[in-house]
């Protein structure tokens, strides 16, 4: 058997080869290779029209119109390119002017054109494929091929097809096409990427559209191939030599081969075999003649000899010879010389002892070995550093003096009676001691085994002291808070948990502590940490009884569970929380009046899980928004909630959907009874709720996100309308209100700039509507978008004037040019002397600071006309016209040149 050994291996080895897939990928490198070695240039009679950056930047964004298609048809026939070949998806349609305009460019083309189909999974996880044919408008007068390019399993694209078929229908390839091969049966080749693809004439699709682009001329006479090359457009490959191509210039590469006859074929794998096995018959002539050396002189000389043949045959002939058996095989009986020529197991048995030394001396662990009587006689430098002992000091003496506990030594005794019984790993735990004394939880394990001298002992020790401690730390912040030290929130939902469970009457209160931020700021974050600690100190000593359990459950955040507490005695518990805070704790080195507020839940009641006791308490607790409230959960409060989230999805939806639109309530002269503006209204036109009340949404999305992208939409919709009347010849004013969020990211601005180039209008006809939770939110940022506005041109006017707290400084403060006098003071103007007071003394500031000021809210003549005796010149209201469409409020224009009969 032996002096077979050398000739099994060899074979075992190509076997498992051949079976693993080494060998392909073995076949793939020497290719890859002899192609890097035996490179050639293109013929330069295919061109590529790239749909390049270049491109993209000039002529905008991709897909463009089938029209500029067509244009490059019709400028490539009369430069006289010889085919046209387009690898861009033609599957589906675009605008019937666009199709219709490239079909006919096609038609009436003096060269082929080719139009590429292809094939795409219908789904990541199923195997079937749809097949993408050009519509039937350009097929009519075009070649259809096939642009599929199949991937290898190393993700690389080697081979390519002559045909591919297409539903039932066998049709040619783009490189087949270009090629003008009439042969479509054959089976698939190999590439040549020996040829230079750089070197392949390339031109920018936006140039070859270039009257005044001269290089487009050195395409008369060539074949053309159109298609993406721009990293966005995704049609890239991977190629052997680590290149990575675009599908378009993969296509050309494969035509070119086809061109130049370098469409490759791979040897046979009988053609493989029968290498192997001759060179295995070889060698087992020449094994026992030969010395080692002129064997493996042999072998080498071989191996280099097969592969100089492999390149001259794959350069001279489209043939790749597949030598990786071959290799493989000499690479087996090289293994084999080494394998013969060193003593293994000599070799083997030095490395281990090198090895374990090396291993034991650079131990974290602490390594000891002692003799049968349990003598030490080696000590690493970990256990040195454990026990604060020099190798030196231990070697010699008795294991037993490491442990602090007569106990210990014992347990160590009979752990050593358990290895010779054959138990041979035991792992113990013991108390050791330092050399100064002090002593430490040690972790060993002992293990045993039988030498030249006997019986031996190893111990693998680690010091367990700090792990313990942590382990005891984590399982105190398991449960507690570190802050605090109250229960944590783990804690207060497992009390929750084993109360429900026993049937208890319970209920949860929920106290956050507010402002706390406001005290970060001003005194300090340490501050505030300490703030917490008195409100969880005040509390813990006020409910100390054993039916109340105090926890924290965030940064400003306690739950307080009460046990055997009826709905009835709630209350009551709510009452000695607030009464708390009634006076001021005593913070850190002052007095500090904390603010607090509660949510309250009954449970079960209200709760029959941990989870949802929690959401409803926390429901419960922003019910009221003030300081100093305790709230308690009721069934209907959950329903507003949903309801209320229910909306802001929907209005999420609406936006985009387009379910919003705007009515216009007119504004006239009071005087003459002309249609003057228009206050531009936000609806929603729900789908099933049908038109939704503003009142109904507008609180709600200003709360969100949605408000940007609504306001937005308002503004940009309302310009173009006012724009678009203002272009029919009826220049009105546009009313336009604003959200608190336009003035919060200062973007606003930028959305008037963009309107005034893409829809003009002199821009005193936009008057933009501010109330005063816009101006309160952030006085200094609304003073600056203002100012932003007011050099554009567009007019500012002061909405619910009169209904705030801080209008007349306002006025003062911001550049506006109006106030509109709110509704609530209008309707009641006739009967009211208080009312008609504010409104004259509204409509008399105005004038004085020259600003113009607009009633809201009239809904009879009788009003109309008081407000024009005293000064007012425009107003609006129901008398005048309810909100209506566009259309309606276009009708209303039209009746009598805009003016409303009263």
């Not at 293990?447 to 190893?458: C, R, V």
């Not at 949605?706 to 203002?726: F, H, I, K, L």
Request: glycine share 6%.
């Amino acid at each position: 058997m032996k002096p077979y050994r050398a000739h099994l291996l060899a074979t075992l080895v190509v076997a498992l080869a051949a079976a693993t897939g080494i060998a392909a990928s073995l076949f793939n490198f020497a290719a890859d290779w002899r192609f890097s070695m035996t490179s050639r240039a293109p013929t330069g009679n295919i061109a590529l029209i790239a749909i390049d950056p270049h491109s993209i930047e000039a002529m905008g964004a991709w897909p463009w119109s089938r029209s500029i298609h067509a244009d490059l048809i019709r400028k490539l026939d009369a430069i006289g390119v010889s085919d046209i070949v387009f690898d861009v998806d033609f599957s589906s349609p675009s605008t019937p002017t666009a199709d219709d305009d490239l079909a006919q460019a096609i038609k009436q083309s003096s060269s082929s054109v080719v139009l590429p189909a292809f094939q795409q999974s219908k789904r990541s996880s199923s195997p079937s494929v749809h097949d993408n044919l050009p519509i039937p408008l350009l097929a009519a007068d075009a070649w259809i091929a096939s642009a599929s390019v199949k991937v290898g399993k190393d993700g690389r694209a080697r081979k390519y097809d002559y045909s591919d078929r297409i539903g039932t229908n066998l049709i040619p390839s783009i490189a087949t096409a270009m090629s003008g091969s009439g042969t479509i049966s054959k089976p698939a080749f190999y590439i040549d990427h020996g040829i230079r693809f750089r070197e392949i004439p390339m031109f920018s699709y936006s140039d070859v559209l270039d009257e005044n682009s001269v290089s487009r001329l050195s395409l008369r006479g060539k074949k053309v191939l159109i298609g993406g090359t721009a990293i966005e457009l995704g049609d890239r490959f991977s190629v052997p030599n680590a290149s990575v191509l675009p599908g378009p210039l993969l296509q050309i590469l494969a035509a070119e081969s086809i061109t130049q006859n370098r469409a490759l074929s791979a040897t046979s794998w009988v053609v493989s075999l029968a290498g192997v096995i001759l060179s295995i018959i070889a060698m087992m002539y020449v094994w026992p003649r030969t010395s080692a050396m002129r064997r493996l002189i042999l072998i080498a000389f071989v191996s280099v000899a097969v592969e100089v043949i492999a390149l001259c045959i794959q350069n001279y002939i489209p043939v790749i010879a597949d030598t990786s058996l071959l290799q493989i095989t000499f690479a087996a009986y090289l293994l084999a010389i080494a394998l013969q020529e060193i003593d293994v197991r000599g070799l083997m048995t030095r490395v281990a002892e090198r090895r374990f030394r090396r291993i034991a001396m650079s131990m974290g662990d602490a390594l000891i070995c002692m003799d049968a009587n349990l003598r030490i006689t080696i000590w690493n430098p970990a256990a040195e550093s454990i026990f604060g002992y020099l190798s030196v000091e231990m070697i010699g003496r008795s294991f037993s003096e490491l442990m602090s506990e007569s106990g210990d030594s014992n347990a160590i005794s009979h752990v050593t009676a358990d290895l010779v019984g054959g138990n041979n790993r035991r792992l113990v735990e013991f108390h050791g001691v330092r050399k100064d004394g002090q002593k430490f939880d040690a972790e060993a394990c002992f293990s045993s085994w039988e030498d030249t001298d006997g019986l031996s002992y190893g111990v693998s020790l680690r010091d367990v002291s700090i792990r313990k401690r942590e382990a005891e730390k984590i399982k105190y912040l398991a449960d507690f808070d570190s802050f605090t030290g109250l229960p944590n929130r783990h804690q207060i939902e497992r009390r929750v948990t084993e109360l429900l469970a026993k049937k208890r009457q319970l209920c949860l209160f929920v106290v956050r502590v507010n402002r706390v931020s406001d005290t970060s700021v001003i005194f300090g974050p340490s501050f505030s940490g300490e703030l917490i600690k008195a409100v969880g100190s005040s509390l813990r000593h006020q409910f100390h009884e054993d039916r109340y359990f105090l926890g924290r459950i965030g940064d400003e955040m306690f739950a307080l569970l009460a046990s055997d507490c009826s709905s009835e005695a709630a209350p009551n518990v709510a009452a000695r929380v607030m009464a708390l805070f009634n006076t001021p704790l005593q913070v850190g080195g002052r007095l500090h009046q904390a603010h607090v507020r509660i949510g309250a839940a009954d449970l079960p009641e209200h709760g029959a899980s941990t989870e949802v006791a929690f959401a409803n308490a926390y429901i419960a607790l922003d019910k009221d928004k003030a300081d100093g409230a305790a709230n308690f959960y009721e069934a209907r409060d959950r329903a507003l909630v949903e309801k209320r989230l229910a909306t802001e999805a929907d209005l999420v939806r609406a936006l985009q959907n387009d379910e919003f639109e705007l009515f216009y309530q007119p504004q006239v002269c009071l005087d003459s009874k002309r249609i003057i503006g228009a206050e531009a209204l936000i609806r929603w036109r729900h789908p099933v709720r049908g038109l939704v009340p503003p009142i109904d949404f507008i609180p709600i999305a200003n709360a969100t996100a949605v408000s940007v992208g609504m306001s937005r939409w308002v503004v940009e919709t309302a310009w173009r309308q006012a724009s678009r009347w203002a272009a029919a010849g009826h220049e009105i004013r546009m009313g336009i209100n604003l959200s608190p969020c336009q003035f919060s990211d200062g973007s606003l601005s930028v959305q008037v700039e963009a309107l005034l180039h893409a829809a003009p209008i002199r821009p005193d006809l936009i008057e933009f509507e501010v109330t005063e939770d816009i101006l309160l939110d952030d006085e200094v940022q609304a003073k600056k978008a203002i100012e932003r506005l007011k050099r554009s041109g567009v007019r500012l006017v002061f909405d619910d004037f009169g209904t705030g707290f801080g209008s007349l400084s306002y006025l003062k403060s911001f550049p506006l040019h109006g106030l509109k006098i709110d509704r609530s003071f209008v309707k009641d103007a006739l009967s009211c002397e208080s009312d008609r007071t504010i409104v004259r003394s509204v409509i008399s500031l105005a004038e004085g600071l020259d600003l113009s000021v607009i009633a809201e809210g009239i809904e009879d003549a009788a009003t109309a006309d008081l407000l024009l005796a005293m000064g007012c010149r425009e107003g609006q209201g129901y008398f005048f016209g309810k909100p209506c469409p566009a259309d309606e409020f276009e009708r209303l224009l039209m009746t009598a040149a805009g003016s409303i009969a009263a």
